[in-house]
């Protein structure tokens, strides 16, 4: 929690701790008592879950009190601009506008204006209570249309009443955060060049109960194509919506994607902020958009070709040549195609020593699974005196798309894949592992249609195990132990928290078991560092390559098996251990506050690497 002060009148720290210490003993005891109990009947699960029992004390635990709400009331901003909310109406439940309604009155930030169009409701109460709340406040605008036209339409009347810097959009069923409006301006405050801000979310049940949150990451192109991850809460700068023409007719359903999409082609990506709060419930009413499952699907089906049309529009404007079609295993979700305008010479890096087995099945599978024909193999033989390897090498030197490359010095990985880079002949170069076995027939071409893109750097793939669950799905730092794998050990199918492990999106890292990337831009990086003979490599680099201006990418639809650590084998010698320590404190002082938080992933989930993206709970309060 937070102490959240006024700049002209501040609360003494032993004031606030003694306050808080009050609170402590009673708190300690209801959280641990919750805890055990929820374990108790729930034995399978870690201590890490995503369950509504964990999500209910994570509330608890980090809203703030009402203590600190005061303070907040009391904060005096030095920009305090105009929020126009815009609340499209049509023939909501009762209860459910009046709350919608009061979540925004209830605003700890006084200075907003809610602006309000009836879609011509046919419900006679709609009117009275919106006449009631217009006549007894006036921060509340109402608009009322002579026909009814659909969402986009009402929003666009909506916004017409609008006079605020910055409006955010709101749906008529469901509620704001008392706090929502003071986080939104206190990032206006902390970041003056910002014009999109968005937040954490979450739903209201049919109980009105808070469940199922979405603790979202920093804004992240690739995944926004995928998925809107805006959403709610956002805040836009009004002066550029209305450049842009607010909410297109077409698009309902999706118009806030739409409009998002557009507004979002006019700013900088450095001029978007995300605000690490849930400050927005959805309500999950029937019909509603809020919870996307087979029903949902059934009834709105257009809010998803809306969708999808949105991302192309957005594609064919910036001259993108790609598609845009709906994810595999994943419906409510899109996945963008990008066409490839050459197909240029991939250089296939493969180091082994020792391993005919494994290289046997790898090349097996290369050749009889790769769509993508223009490549070539750069198949480094490190040291290896099995005979047997050693037959099947000469065998392979023989081939046409094949190079066999000795290198017989002690195991550097960094020194190694540096020094087959400089034999290969191709624009981009791809990086495997031995222990590898090609999955689908377009993993190369996927991997290559990214790596041409100008503003892609790593390309990263699904890696999974023979069991069939995930070994690689992107990689998380900023971690209690630097870093570790997204969605590990799950299903290969399953989709992860929020779609994410079947989603084609941005990590600041990916694996080097299988890394795809043009050759200028690896050498433009400076290739990998070879102070990191064993460990981190592979990460490090991906950070220079970020820290260059590019992103890195992880997509599902490259997809291999990976026999982890069959060839090096794991760190289980005093010697080994010793050596990883070494490389660790080094990548630690070389990154620093670099790799203290990661855009990619929420500071509200786990920051163990064996849960990653659930609910943490704090462990000392564990009573089983």
Known sequence: MEMITSNKETLTEIEYLQRKLKEKDAQVLFYKTAIKNFYKHNKGLKLYSNSNEIYNIWIKLNELDEFELEQQKKYKFNYAPLISIIMPVYNPPEDIL????????????PNWELCIADDASTKPYVKDILEYYKDNNKRIKVIYRNENGHISKASNSALE????????????????????LFFAVREINDYPEVKLIYSDEDKLNK?????????????????????????????????????????????EGSQDYDMALRFIEKIKYSEIRHIPRVLYHWRMAEGSTASIDKSVLD?????????????????????????????????AHNRTIYKLPYYPLVSIIIITHNGYLLIKDLIKSIFEKTSYKNFEIILINRDSDDLQTLEYLKLLNKHEKINV?????????????????????????????????????DWLRELVSHALRPEIGVVGAKLLYPDDTIQHAGVIIGLKGI???????MSKDDPGYFGRANLLQNYSAVTGACMAIRKKLYEEAGGMDENLAVAYNDIDFCIKVMQLGYYNVYTPYA?????????????????KKIRFKKEMDYFKTK??????HDFAYSPNLSLEPGSLFSIPLPKEWIII
């Open 98 to 109: 009046k709350e919608a309604i009061n979540s925004v009155i209830n605003q700890i930030y």
């Open 161 to 180: 009443l609008a006079s605020g810097d910055y409006i955010a959009l709101m749906d008529h069923d469901d509620m704001l955060h008392e706090t929502a």
């Open 207 to 251: 109980e009105g109960v808070r469940t199922n949150p979405y603790f979202k990451c920093d804004f992240n192109p690739a995944l926004f194509l995928s998925q809107n991850m805006i959403s709610h809460l956002g805040v836009y700068e009004r002066s550029i919506v209305n450049e842009i023409g607010g909410f297109r007719e077409g698009y």
């Open 299 to 331: 009834t709105k089906p257009y809010c998803l070709t809306s969708a999808r049309q949105a991302v192309q529009d957005h594609l064919d404007r910036l001259s993108i040549k790609a598609r845009v079609v709906e994810a595999p295993l994943m419906s």
């Open 405 to 441: 490359i000795d290198y017989n010095m002690p195991f550097n990985y960094s020194k190694v894949v540096n020094f087959a880079v400089k034999f290969a002949n191709g624009e981009v170069i791809a990086i495997l592992n031995d222990d590898m076995i090609v999955i689908n027939n």
């Open 483 to 489: 870093a570790g794998h997204a969605h590990y050990h």
């Open 559 to 575: 997809s291999l098996y990976h026999y982890e650590s069959k060839t090096r084998g794991y760190e289980d010698t005093v010697e």
């Open 591 to 596: 990154w620093g506050k670099v790799i203290e």
